[in-house]
C-alpha cells in the first residue's frame, strides 16, 4: 500500500458496518489546544449509540518529528502507539492530517521491522478520519435546530489529498437545513500551517495564512468550520490577529471545528472549554 | 532594416549581465524569499500567471478517469524506462551513432561545457544559437562559452527577454513569467537599437524575431534540449512552440543537443502518451505547435539539415539519485512544470528566489542531487507538504514524500556512509536535542501526561512571543483542561 498522491486516486474506501464501540484518538494538538472539539466528536459519536474507548496512554501519531526530517524520533513516538487499540474497532482520529500519518506513513517508518510493519498496518487499515466516518459509517443524519447561517468550509491537504475526503464536509453540512455553504476563492489551496514550516519560514507562511483569511472573510460567511485544528488555530490566530492590529472588538472570522458545529446544529451541547 | 543593429547590440549585451549563483546559502535563500513575498507587483503578477495555468491545465482534462490513467501509464514508462536506464542508454548510443550523431558524456557541468566549447573550437564558432534547454541553464552554458569569447543567444522568446535582462529563468516552461509586458517593453526600447518603447505585444514579439532570424543565418552552432530521446531509434524528440527550437536545429552547420542522462525511453510508442500528457500538464495544450524529431546530420542528396550532430549525455547528480530506489522517482520528471504552477509557495515568492535552476516543488527534490546539501539543505523545508504538486505530476513523482526524505538526508547527524553529497549539512545539535527530547515525552505516557498537565496547568506563563508563529498570529495557548481531562471528569 502506498500513499495517494491525488485524492482521485483513491479507490473508494470500504466502510464497515456500524460498530458498538470505536477508540477515539484526539490527537496532541487537540488534546492540549482544542479540547473542546475532542469532546463534542465524542459526544456525536455518542448520541449515535456509539460507545467510545478513550486510551489514555495516547499522545501523538509522530508526524511532527516525521515532516520535520526526524523519523527515528516519530518512529519511537508511533511505535508508543501501537498498542492502543487491542479490539477491532475502528479508531476515529478527529484531524484528516494525524489519519493522513497513521493511514499511510506509518507503514513507511516501520518499513523495515515487518513485525511492527504488520501491526502499523492493521492500525492504519482501520483508522478513519472523523467526518469519513459520520458520513459513510453512522450515515449522520439530524434535524438542524439552528437559524439560518452561512458558513464557510476549509478541508486541509490531509484530508483532501491524503484522506480523500475533500468531498465529507460538504455533504455533512449539506444535511443541515438551515446551513448554506458559501465556497471560497482558491479553496483548494494550503492555508499555509504546514507544522513548523508556520515557525520555520514565517513570511511565506504568512502570506498563504492572510490570503486564506481574506478569501473566506470575501464570502461574508460568518464563521469558517473546519475538520482539522492545525487549520483552524493557523486561520483563526491569523484572524484574530488582524482584529487585534485593526482594534475589532467582534471577532471577524469565527471558527469551529466541524465536530462542535455539527452538535450544536443539532440540539447538542458542545463542550465549554473552561 | 535596422535588425542588423539590433542583432550586434542584442549580442554584446548578453556578455555576463547574468552572474550564476554560485553559493546558495540559507541566509541568502531566506532574504531572497522575504523580499520575494513582501513585493507586491511580483505576487500579483504570479498569482495571476499561475490561475491562469491551472485553469488551462484543468481544461484539458475534463475526465478524471483519463487523467488518472494517462496518469498511470506515463509513471510506468518512466519507471520501466528508469530500471532499465544503463541498458538503455547503451542502446541509445548505439543507435544514436549508427545514425551519424556524436555521443559525449559528461560528468558534470565543466566536463559538459569542455566538450561543447570543443565543439567550437573545432568550428572556429563565434555564435551560437539556443533553442529552449534547461540543461544548459543548469551548467551555466552560456557563462562558459562568454568566458571562452563565444556568444551563445537564446532564441526562445522568454529566454532571449531573460538574457537581454541579464536575469535567470523564473519558470522552467515560461521563463520570463515575472516580467510584465511594460517591463519588456521597457527593456527592449533600452536594449534594443533603434526600438522605442510600445507595450503592444504583437510589435515587441516582431522585434524579437526579427533580431533573432538574423542570428539564425549567422550562427555557426545550434543548440537545443532534448524532451525524450528514443533508444531503439536513436531520434531525438524536442517539443516547442515558437520553431525557433527547429531553426537552432536545422539551420547551423553543426548542432549540439544536450540532455540530462534520465530522458531516454525504450520505444518510439513510449512517447506518445508522455507527449501528450507533457503539452496538456504544462500550459494547457492540447498538443505543442511544433514536435521535431531528430535522427542524424544530413545525409547525401539532402537539400537542408546539419551537417554534425552531437549529443551531450550529462549525469550531473543524477546517478546519486538513481543510486537510491526513492530518490530515484526525481529522476521520472518530464520537466512540465505544472508542479510549480500549483505550488502556494511558489506562488507567493516566484522562480527566482529559490537561486537554483529548477525552482519549485521539483527543484527542491532535484537540485540537491546537483548541488549537494551544503548549499541547499534549507530548500526542502520551504514546504508545507501539502501535497499539491504530487495531485497533479503527469508521472506521479510524490514530492511531499522526497522532501520528507531529504529533510532527514540535510538533518541527520553526519555519518560514514552518506547516500547524498552534503549528507548532515542541516544538522543542529540543538534541533537535534529537541526533537529527542520531545520523543523521550510523547514515547512514554507517563511523561507526556506529566508535561500535558504542566503545559496546561501554568498555561498563564505560555510565553506571548512564539517564534515565526506570534509574527502574524495570536499566542497559542494551552486549554485550562486537557480533553483526557474532560473525559475523566464527565464520568
Not at chain 1, 508526524?63 to 474497532?89: H, I, M, N, T
Not at chain 1, 439560518?148 to 489529498?161: E, G, I, K, N, Q
Not at chain 2, 564558432?125 to 540543461?135: E, N, Q
Not at chain 2, 544530413?298 to 530506489?325: C, F, M, W
Request: glycine share 8%.
Amino acid at each position: 500500500m502506498s500513499s495517494p498522491s491525488h485524492a482521485g486516486e483513491h479507490t473508494p474506501r470500504t466502510y464497515p458496518p456500524r460498530p458498538a464501540a470505536v477508540y477515539f484518538y484526539a490527537t496532541c494538538l487537540v488534546d492540549l489546544f482544542v479540547p473542546e472539539a475532542g469532546m463534542d466528536a465524542i459526544t456525536l459519536l455518542e448520541r449515535e449509540g456509539i460507545r467510545v474507548i478513550f486510551p489514555e496512554s495516547q499522545s501523538c501519531c509522530g508526524q511532527p518529528a516525521y515532516s520535520s526530517g526526524f523519523p527515528e524520533e516519530a518512529r519511537k513516538v508511533a511505535a508508543s502507539q501501537l498498542d492502543l487499540f487491542p479490539e477491532d474497532y475502528p479508531i476515529i482520529v478527529p484531524s484528516g492530517s494525524c489519519a493522513g500519518m497513521i493511514r499511510w506513513h506509518w507503514e513507511k517508518i516501520f518499513a523495515d521491522d515487518p513485525a511492527l510493519h504488520a501491526r502499523a498496518a492493521a492500525v492504519a487499515a482501520r483508522t478513519f478520519e472523523l467526518a469519513e466516518f459520520l458520513l459513510h459509517v453512522v450515515g449522520f443524519q439530524r434535524r438542524d435546530e439552528g437559524e439560518p447561517v452561512t458558513v464557510t468550509l476549509h478541508t486541509s491537504c490531509s484530508a483532501r489529498r491524503e484522506m480523500g475526503t475533500h468531498l465529507v464536509g460538504r455533504e455533512l453540512l449539506a444535511r443541515l437545513g438551515n446551513v448554506t455553504l458559501a465556497h471560497h476563492g482558491h479553496e483548494s489551496e494550503c492555508c499555509g500551517f504546514g507544522g513548523s514550516f508556520s515557525m520555520k519560514h514565517p513570511d511565506i507562511s504568512t502570506a498563504m495564512v492572510s490570503d486564506k483569511v481574506a478569501a473566506l472573510k470575501a464570502t461574508g460567511a460568518r464563521e469558517v468550520v473546519t475538520a482539522d485544528c492545525g487549520c483552524l488555530l493557523n486561520i483563526t490566530k491569523r484572524a484574530e490577529k488582524e482584529d487585534l492590529d485593526a482594534g475589532r472588538s467582534k471577532p471577524s472570522l469565527p471558527g469551529e471545528h466541524l465536530a462542535t458545529f455539527l452538535l450544536r446544529r443539532t440540539g447538542g451541547q458542545p463542550a465549554r472549554r473552561n | 532594416m535596422s535588425a542588423p543593429h539590433a542583432t550586434s547590440a542584442a549580442a554584446s549585451s548578453n556578455r555576463g549581465d547574468a552572474r550564476p549563483i554560485a553559493f546558495v546559502s540559507a541566509q541568502a535563500l531566506r532574504e531572497r524569499m522575504h523580499d520575494a513575498v513582501n513585493d507586491p507587483h511580483l505576487r500579483k503578477s504570479f498569482r495571476g500567471a499561475m490561475d491562469f495555468l491551472m485553469a488551462k491545465r484543468a481544461a484539458q482534462f475534463p475526465d478524471e478517469s483519463e487523467l488518472e490513467s494517462l496518469r498511470t501509464l506515463s509513471e510506468g514508462i518512466r519507471q520501466y524506462s528508469l530500471s532499465r536506464l544503463p541498458d538503455l542508454l547503451e542502446q541509445l548510443e548505439a543507435n544514436l551513432t549508427r545514425n551519424g550523431v556524436q555521443v559525449h558524456w559528461a560528468a558534470d557541468a565543466d566536463e559538459a561545457n569542455a566538450i561543447m566549447l570543443g565543439i567550437a573550437r573545432r568550428h572556429a564558432a563565434k555564435t551560437i544559437v539556443k533553442g529552449k534547454s534547461m540543461v544548459s541553464e543548469e551548467i551555466e552554458f552560456n557563462h562558459a562559452m562568454h568566458d571562452a569569447g563565444v556568444d551563445a543567444l537564446e532564441s526562445d522568446m522568454g529566454e532571449y527577454i531573460v538574457q537581454l535582462a541579464g536575469e535567470k529563468p523564473s519558470h522552467i516552461i515560461m521563463p520570463a513569467i515575472h516580467k510584465t509586458k511594460e517591463q519588456i517593453a521597457t527593456l527592449f526600447a533600452e536594449k534594443v537599437p533603434g526600438v522605442s518603447y510600445t507595450d503592444n505585444v504583437d510589435t515587441l514579439i516582431q522585434i524579437g524575431r526579427q533580431v533573432l532570424r538574423e542570428k539564425f543565418e549567422q550562427a555557426d552552432i545550434g543548440l537545443s534540449g532534448v524532451n525524450f530521446a528514443v533508444a531503439e531509434t536513436g531520434t531525438l524528440c524536442l517539443v516547442e512552440n515558437e520553431g525557433n527550437g527547429r531553426m537552432c536545429t536545422t539551420v547551423p552547420r553543426v548542432h549540439m543537443a544536450i540532455t540530462g542522462i534520465e530522458k531516454v525511453v525504450e520505444k518510439l510508442e513510449h512517447v506518445a502518451p508522455l507527449y501528450s500528457i507533457l503539452t496538456r500538464s504544462a500550459t494547457g495544450q492540447a498538443i505543442s505547435t511544433y514536435f521535431n524529431m531528430i535522427s542524424g546530420p544530413r545525409k547525401p542528396g539532402e537539400k537542408d539539415g546539419p551537417e554534425e550532430v552531437h549529443l551531450i549525455l550529462l549525469d550531473n547528480g543524477r546517478s546519486q539519485a538513481y543510486a537510491d530506489e526513492q530518490l530515484r522517482k526525481t529522476l521520472q520528471c518530464i520537466r512540465c512544470g505544472a508542479c510549480m504552477n500549483h505550488c502556494p509557495v511558489y506562488t507567493r515568492i516566484g522562480g527566482l528566489a529559490y537561486g537554483t535552476t529548477y525552482p519549485g516543488p521539483i527543484g527542491k527534490i532535484v537540485s540537491p542531487h546537483m548541488m549537494g546539501l551544503e548549499q541547499t539543505h534549507l530548500l526542502p523545508t520551504v514546504s508545507t507538504l501539502c501535497g499539491a504538486c504530487g495531485e497533479v505530476c503527469p508521472v506521479r513523482i510524490p514530492i511531499p514524500e522526497l522532501l520528507v526524505r531529504l529533510r532527514g538526508e540535510a538533518q541527520s547527524k553526519p555519518h560514514d556512509n552518506p547516500v547524498m553529497v552534503g549528507q548532515g549539512a542541516g544538522y543542529s545539535p540543538l534541533a537535534s536535542f529537541v526533537w529527542r527530547t520531545w520523543a523521550r515525552i510523547y514515547a512514554r505516557p507517563g511523561n507526556y501526561r506529566m508535561f500535558s498537565w504542566l503545559a496546561s496547568r501554568f498555561r498563564a506563563l505560555t510565553p506571548s512571543r512564539q517564534s515565526g508563529w506570534t509574527a502574524a498570529r495570536t499566542p497559542l495557548t494551552p486549554a485550562p483542561r486537557r480533553l483526557r481531562d474532560m473525559v475523566r471528569d464527565r464520568q
